[in-house]
Structures are given as structure tokens and as C-alpha cells.
């Protein structure tokens, strides 16, 4: 099998590249032909309604969910035929819709069980790094998993990501659920890793700090990419937000 962390195959193409992705859960098609490029250093927000398929994209990328047709590229080479793994291990990390954390292990163990070597390229993290980030888990070091607030295990699950030292980071609905002040530390800690220049994709229902912190946005309905554009872009065309987005 070709190896994932190889040298580059097409420096041309984007860090990420989905072409006409197209993913069922059993015989129920969700995604049509989704296309989404992330270039390095860049900022992309997925956004639409419930059920739409942001999630389903995510999966799918991390390889979490088997391609049905179309390919996902990752510095020029296709991810077809990587498990989930590998494909962690090529430098993609997830923070996942629901947190899930290791419930039995401390937030320091948690921290620990995903840490791995520095890659060829991206930066590398420490546990003093991921403290000094959120200094509320130094705190909770010993406490368990499952004894941490929704927002401590937010930070955690961000934390254990990037233990993982990826290029990409995705994050799926990372402010969800988290009260006002929570998420504002969220974004904050997004806002940072963008300008440690972290490429990000970004799925969350508060279109605000998104508008300040994404490049771009692709924009999903019933499984299709219905439109792409920039901040500004978006913010000219607020019947796409009253009709796609609902925020
Ligand atoms: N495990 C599953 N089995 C069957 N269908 C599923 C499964 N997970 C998601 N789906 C369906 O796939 C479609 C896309 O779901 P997905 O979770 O990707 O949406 P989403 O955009 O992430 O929504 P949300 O904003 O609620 O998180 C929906 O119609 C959903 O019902
Ligand atoms: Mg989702």
C-alpha cells in the first residue's frame, strides 16, 4: 500500500480536494456529488440546516464512511483506498459532533492516548501547549473524562486533536450546546489556531464568528454544494441564509 505521509504528489492541488463525493447509509444516498477544496493555512465553513449532510462530508473525509463514488484527494493523492487510520495519521485531525472523549480516562490520559510524533509539516503539540491554550484543563489534569463540563470537554476534545499534531483540523459543532462564555472561548482558540496557520473546516449554527473567521463557505442542501463563496460574498446574499442556512 502507498504510503500516506509521503512525499507530495501534486503541489498544485489543494491540501484537501472532494470531487463529485457521493456517500448512503445503506441503500439512502446522503451526499450527490459534493466538490470542497481547502488550501493550506485556509479557514472553509460548511454550513446548512439539520440533516443537510455536514456531518455526513466529515465522515466521509476522515474515512469514517466509505466513498460510493467520486474521490477525496489529500495533497494530490486519493484517500479511496486508506482506512480510518491511516488517514488520521496523514495529518487530518476530527474534533466530532458530540465531543466523545474517553469517559474513563483523565483529562492528562485522554490527552496522551491520541499524542503522536511531529509530522513532516505541521507544528507539533505538547501538553504544555494544549494548557497554556485552555489553562482550565491543567487544572482538571486528573480528573476524569466523564467528571468534565460540556465546555472542559470541548476544550479536551480540541486538546486530543491536536495531540495528534494534524494540518487539518475539522470541527464539527465544537460551540454547540456551550454557554456564551464557553464559546467564546471556543472561537478565540479557533482564531488562533488560524493564525498558527492551521488549515480548518468549520461546522457550526452561529454563522457570526464564522463570517470573521472563515475564508470561504460551501454552503449544503439535501446533500449538494448549492453555492461557494467568501465572507463577503455571503454577507451581500442574505436570502441564502434566510433559505439555506436558518440562522
Ligand atoms: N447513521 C445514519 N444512518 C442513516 N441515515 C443517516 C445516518 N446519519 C445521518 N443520516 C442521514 O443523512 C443525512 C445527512 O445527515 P448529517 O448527519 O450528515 O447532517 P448534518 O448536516 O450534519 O445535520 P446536523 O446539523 O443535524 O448535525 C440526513 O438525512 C440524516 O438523516
Ligand atoms: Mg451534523
Redesign the pocket.
Known amino acids: 500500500m502507498t504510503e500516506l505521509s509521503g512525499p507530495d504528489a501534486g503541489r498544485a492541488e489543494p491540501l484537501l480536494c472532494l470531487r463529485r463525493v457521493e456517500t448512503a ?2 441503500t ?1 444516498q ?1 451526499l450527490f456529488g459534493v466538490d470542497l477544496d481547502i488550501h493550506a493555512g485556509e479557514c472553509v465553513a460548511l454550513l ?12 466521509t473525509i476522515m474515512g469514517l464512511l466509505r466513498l460510493r463514488g467520486g474521490d477525496v484527494r489529500w495533497r494530490g493523492r486519493s484517500l479511496r483506498q486508506f482506512g480510518a487510520h491511516q488517514i488520521a495519521r496523514a495529518g487530518l485531525g476530527l474534533v466530532p ?1 458530540g465531543r466523545r472523549v474517553f469517559p474513563n480516562l483523565s483529562v492528562r490520559e485522554n490527552l496522551l492516548a491520541t499524542a503522536r510524533g511531529p509530522s513532516r509539516r505541521g507544528p507539533c503539540w505538547s501538553l504544555d501547549d494544549i494548557y497554556g491554550m485552555f489553562p482550565r484543563l491543567r487544572e482538571r489534569e486528573q480528573n476524569l473524562g466523564c467528571h468534565l463540563s460540556g465546555g472542559e470537554q470541548q476544550m479536551l476534545a480540541i486538546g486530543r486533536a491536536l495531540m495528534t499534531n494534524p494540518e487539518l483540523l475539522i470541527l ?2 465544537a460551540t454547540e450546546g456551550l454557554a456564551p462564555l464557553v464559546r467564546g472561548d471556543i472561537w478565540r482558540c479557533i482564531e488562533l489556531l488560524k493564525r498558527r496557520g492551521l488549515a480548518l473546516l468549520v ?1 457550526d ?1 452561529n454563522l457570526g464568528p464564522l463570517l470573521r473567521v472563515a475564508d470561504r463557505h460551501y454552503i ?1 442542501e439535501k ?1 449538494m454544494v448549492v453555492w461557494r463563496g467568501t465572507s463577503q460574498a455571503l454577507q451581500a446574499r442574505p436570502e441564502l441564509v434566510r433559505d439555506y442556512i436558518g440562522m
Open positions: 447509509y445503506g439512502s446522503a446548512g440546516r439539520n440533516g443537510m449532510g455536514k456531518s455526513t462530508t466529515v465522515k459532533e464539527d459543532e461546522i449554527k449544503l446533500g
